[in-house]
């Protein structure tokens, strides 16, 4: 027998990252037994590298599958002398991405706003937010581990740091989700 | 008011070119770069429209584009120079020059933007030229 399970507080934020969740008898045990379905997940592959983003995030694969134009940039590509795009700067700008959408999605329910992603300076990416209310920009260095940022609310509240992709704290940056 | 020629009054506009390679999705050509707005130099290059306009601006004659640019390559759009002077984030940071000669009259350079490799007031002052960027006086276009 399969019974539906209903949570006794019905908010989305504790259905995470599972699609339902239900309870049925055992027949072998006698018991009760939870079962799950996670969320599914569509992958991105870049240079023998997988990236998974949960499925309601799907926009963000278009994203990034475009933004690997910015790779075939040459030399000089900006008439200021622009080095080539870094393939680690867009590895870690990317792997930030998902990261970010996946745990903001899985803990607050949340969809990001459509991120956009340009070639910068000395082979670096610019990740960038930009609304009516906030914009958010973060500059992934060409090695692909040195992050700094910038945030605002369009009127009187302003962010700015740095993170290094190895070792950060998702909670100490900026959200990019419109309110 | 000042009265020397060449004051540049608030609302006047200061024509700039972007590659196209700096704007986003070449097919629609709605965002320009941050990176954008790196200055060669010193300082930004404008154009002045007390003495050129946004064709005069595209079609200058260089050294890397003798024949002068074209739309298949650049576009063009513009700052005001009170955008630029009382901007909230960064006022007082940015100061506009006329740099003219007699190769180039309408030549105004926007000073004070920090150097790329200072990553964070660059960050900082290439979003708020971004933002201040209004565009198209004349859109990039492919063939």
């Given at each position: 027998?399969?019974?539906?399970?209903?949570?006794?507080?019905?908010?989305?934020?504790?259905?995470?990252?599972?699609?339902?969740?239900?309870?049925?008898?055992?027949?072998?045990?006698?018991?009760?037994?939870?079962?799950?379905?996670?969320?599914?997940?569509?992958?991105?592959?870049?240079?023998?590298?997988?990236?998974?983003?949960?499925?309601?995030?799907?926009?963000?694969?278009?994203?990034?599958?475009?933004?690997?134009?910015?790779?075939?940039?040459?030399?000089?590509?900006?008439?200021?002398?622009?080095?080539?795009?870094?393939?680690?700067?867009?590895?870690?700008?990317?792997?930030?991405?998902?990261?970010?959408?996946?745990?903001?999605?899985?803990?607050?329910?949340?969809?990001?706003?459509?991120?956009?992603?340009?070639?910068?300076?000395?082979?670096?990416?610019?990740?960038?937010?930009?609304?009516?209310?906030?914009?958010?920009?973060?500059?992934?260095?060409?090695?692909?581990?040195?992050?700094?940022?910038?945030?605002?609310?369009?009127?009187?509240?302003?962010?700015?740091?740095?993170?290094?992709?190895?070792?950060?704290?998702?909670?100490?940056?900026?959200?990019?989700?419109?309110? | 008011?000042?009265?020397?020629?060449?004051?540049?009054?608030?609302?006047?506009?200061?024509?700039?070119?972007?590659?196209k390679?700096?704007c986003?999705e070449p097919d629609e050509y709605?965002?320009?770069?941050?990176?954008?707005?790196?200055?060669?130099?010193?300082?930004?290059?404008?154009?002045?429209?007390?003495?050129?306009?946004?064709?005069?601006?595209?079609?200058?004659?260089?050294?890397?584009?003798?024949?002068?640019?074209?739309?298949?390559?650049?576009?063009?759009?513009?700052?005001?120079?009170?955008?630029?002077?009382?901007?909230?984030?960064?006022?007082?940071?940015?100061?506009?020059?006329?740099?003219?000669?007699?190769?180039?009259?309408?030549?105004?350079?926007?000073?004070?933007?920090?150097?790329?490799?200072?990553?964070?007031?660059?960050?900082?002052?290439?979003?708020?030229?971004?933002?201040?960027?209004?565009?198209?006086?004349?859109?990039?276009?492919d063939?």
């Amino acid at each position: 027998m399969i019974v539906n399970f209903q949570t006794a507080d019905s908010s989305d934020s504790h259905k995470s990252e599972y699609k339902d969740v239900r309870t049925y008898r055992d027949p072998v045990n006698s018991g009760w037994m939870l079962a799950t379905k996670l969320k599914s997940r569509i992958p991105y592959e870049f240079n023998c590298m997988r990236f998974e983003v949960v499925g309601e995030l799907e926009s963000l694969v278009k994203v990034f599958s475009k933004a690997e134009l910015i790779l075939k940039l040459e030399e000089n590509w900006d008439e200021m002398g622009g080095e080539k795009i870094s393939q680690k700067a867009f590895e870690s700008t990317v792997k930030f991405v998902t990261e970010y959408a996946n745990y903001i999605y899985s803990n607050y329910n949340q969809k990001i706003d459509i991120p956009r992603i340009f070639p910068s300076a000395e082979g670096s990416i610019d990740l960038q937010w930009e609304t009516k209310d906030y914009g958010i920009l973060a500059n992934f260095d060409k090695n692909g581990n040195s992050v700094t940022f910038y945030a605002d609310n369009k009127r009187n509240q302003i962010i700015e740091g740095r993170f290094d992709m190895e070792d950060f704290n998702i909670n100490l940056l900026p959200t990019s989700i419109s309110l | 008011m000042n009265q020397s020629e060449h004051y540049i009054e608030d609302k006047d506009k200061l024509f700039y070119h972007v590659p196209k390679s700096l704007c986003r999705e070449p097919d629609e050509y709605l965002e320009v770069s941050p990176h954008a707005f790196n200055p060669v130099g010193e300082s930004l290059s404008t154009n002045w429209e007390k003495f050129c306009n946004a064709e005069g601006c595209l079609n200058a004659k260089t050294l890397t584009y003798p024949e002068g640019r074209t739309s298949l390559t650049h576009g063009v759009g513009h700052f005001l120079a009170d955008d630029i002077r009382n901007n909230p984030y960064i006022k007082g940071q940015l100061e506009i020059h006329y740099i003219g000669n007699e190769n180039n009259k309408s030549h105004v350079g926007i000073f004070g933007i920090p150097l790329s490799k200072d990553k964070k007031p660059y960050n900082a002052m290439k979003v708020q030229l971004q933002r201040m960027f209004r565009k198209w006086d004349i859109k990039p276009i492919d063939k």
